[in-house]
């Protein structure tokens, strides 16, 4: 009998050495598991033992609990990877995922903000408060360079050449990008470095909350919401919502595409053309405005 624990601990290894997927990757993929071994046993089946119509059980389990199309895929390839890795392995003799297909995802356009809304937000940070100033040197940091959210909290004194004006981080799959950021982000960079206690060294976060702790995602995410609401935006707002901006507004401004997608990091410039889909609208509305036969 397969030793799930083991077989999942082993899974999580070679996903992280072999693919070089990112911490949040890995993380889903071993959630995802988890809830396989969770079903196997309740339903007192052996994970070696599955076959194609316990996986879609199984899937649609989950479906009818309300899990929605995207997760699903996710899921779909977690599957799928973790049973590669036991063919590979030879703890298992048959693929039971070999023949699943993924559920259509709808590509539903990001959320952006215009750049009026843009300048509302990062304008409405005044205060001499420590953390007021911290919060205005990350969001103009963010909408300078396009960073994850992750990659903004996870960044280190060391990633930063406030010299030259740019930084460099890990992005998924542990790549490696530099990416240039301009005055404006260097200037409230360096106020906030002046302001902050206790002092960097080399390898320490940026940013930390108020007990000098690393900031973490959430409370990023929440101190960007009350800031949002404070200024009127009423859009769904997340961190991500700066990234996108970022991309729409460089592509709108007659940025290259290429150029985009090295700065945002994105490995297929597939993802990154979702962006120009958010230009048809202005393209429209100036087809309207000045063609002598609308």
């Known amino acids: ?7 999942l601990d082993n899974f999580v290894s070679y996903v992280v050495a072999e693919k070089g997927l990112s911490k949040n990757t890995v993380l889903a993929y071993k959630s995802d598991i988890l809830k396989l071994i969770k079903f196997a046993k309740k339903g007192q089946i052996f994970i070696e033992d599955f076959e194609h ?16 199309p995207r997760s699903i ?3 779909i390839e977690s599957l799928k990877q973790f049973y590669r890795f036991l063919s590979l392995e030879n703890l298992v003799k048959n693929d039971p995922t070999l023949y699943l297909t993924s559920p259509k995802v709808p590509k539903n356009l990001p959320c952006i903000l215009t750049f009026d ?5 990062l304008n409405s940070i005044n205060s001499n408060d420590e953390v007021h100033i911290r919060n205005k040197a990350m969001l103009e940091l963010m909408y300078a360079t396009g960073l994850r959210v992750s990659e903004l909290v996870d960044l280190k004194f060391s990633n930063m050449n406030l010299e030259n004006c740019f930084l460099s981080v890990l992005g998924k799959g542990s790549k490696e990008r530099l990416i240039p950021f301009g005055q404006k982000a260097k200037k409230f960079v360096d106020i906030y470095l002046r302001k902050r206690k206790p002092a960097l060294t080399t390898e320490d976060n940026m940013f930390i909350s108020r007990l000098g702790k690393k900031l973490s995602r959430v409370e990023f995410w929440r101190q960007l919401k009350n800031m949002a609401k ?12 700066l990234r996108h901006s970022f991309a729409s507004h460089l592509l709108a401004g007659g940025a290259e595409i290429r150029f985009v997608q090295e700065m945002l990091g994105h490995v297929s410039i597939a993802t990154t053309q979702i962006y120009t889909h958010l230009e048809r609208g202005k393209i429209i509305e100036q087809y309207k405005k ?5």
């Open 1 to 7: 009998m397969l030793n799930c624990k083991e077989a």
């Open 53 to 68: 119509h316990d996986i879609t059980d199984f899937l649609w389990k989950l479906k009818t609990e309300g899990l929605n």
């Open 73 to 75: 895929c996710r899921l």
């Open 117 to 121: 809304e843009v300048t509302f937000l």
């Open 230 to 241: 404070g200024v009127g935006i009423i859009k769904n707002i997340t961190p991500h919502t």
């Open 290 to 294: 000045f063609h002598p036969r609308w």
